[in-house]
């Protein structure tokens, strides 16, 4: 098992609301469907990625953020993680861009 990437789909507004990106009608289902990495929507460039790199599956969790606070903020919270994963394993990780 390989950690591949990590992602967020909101943050905090200045105005203390929470702003959820949305693609098309909107959801967390819809942004890992329909939301571009690798310069394509997902539902094309993952299958490619994992051919290319052999992967047969992916397994995928996500967190939800409840409390409208600085600490909770989708974005903090992606820092955060990003910082922990580079101190112990010395990058980034492989799909993250």
């Given at each position: 098992n390989e950690l591949i990437d990590i992602g967020?789909?909101?943050?905090?507004?200045?105005?203390?609301?929470?702003?959820?990106?949305?693609?098309?009608m909107g959801g967390i289902k819809d942004r890992l469907v329909n939301g571009k990495q690798f310069g394509a929507p997902r539902h094309h460039s993952w299958p490619r990625k994992m051919r290319e790199e052999g992967?047969?599956?992916?397994?995928?969790?996500?967190y939800i953020t409840h409390n409208k606070s600085f600490a909770d903020c989708p974005k903090e919270v992606k820092n955060q993680l990003l910082t922990k994963y580079q101190q112990i394993m010395g990058n980034t990780p492989h799909w993250h861009s």
């Open positions: 967020r789909s909101g943050e905090i507004n200045a105005d203390g609301t929470m702003h959820i990106r949305q693609t098309g992967i047969k599956s992916l397994k995928i969790e996500w």
